[in-house]
Nanobody, 123 residues
Framework: QVQLVESGGGLVQAGGSLRLSCAAS????????MGWFRQAPGKEREFVAAIRRWDASTTYADSAKGRFTISRDTRKNTVYLQMNSLKSEDTAVYYC????????????????WGQGTQVTVSS
């Protein structure tokens, strides 16, 4: 039974920071590429960041480059998303995702999804 449980969302002022966590269970962590997507009201779910299986290389959406950092702790089976310099347009529900693939960038790529955590950036 695979579970992805997000935490760390909340309300933050523009320019502030948040760190999201995704605790994974029921899968072999090293064999899955992990990532984050987000969905704002009225918009499609979009890719934010991914950390690849095996080598832990990272990829980012253009909107996240230079502000967000994805990382992992294999001992805790946990993936993090550090978000700095937050903007109002970052407001969305953030979803953790896992894929038994090297590439995770499309909405159809993940095999598993978390339930999401709300991030609200006030201005």
């Amino acid at each position: 039974q695979v579970q992805l449980v997000e935490s760390g969302g909340g309300l933050v002022q523009a320019g502030g920071s948040l760190r999201l966590s995704c605790a994974a269970s029921g899968l072999t962590f090293s064999t899955y590429t992990m990532g984050w997507f987000r969905q704002a009201p009225g918009k499609e779910r979009e890719f934010v960041a991914a950390i690849r299986r095996w080598d832990a290389s990272t990829t980012y959406a253009d909107s996240a480059k230079g502000r967000f950092t994805i990382s992992r702790d294999t001992r805790k089976n946990t993936v993090y998303l550090q978000m700095n310099s937050l903007k109002s347009e970052d407001t969305a529900v953030y979803y953790c995702a896992a894929a038994a693939k090297y590439t995770l960038r499309k909405r159809d790529d993940p095999a598993y999804w978390g339930q999401g955590t709300q991030v609200t950036v006030s201005s």
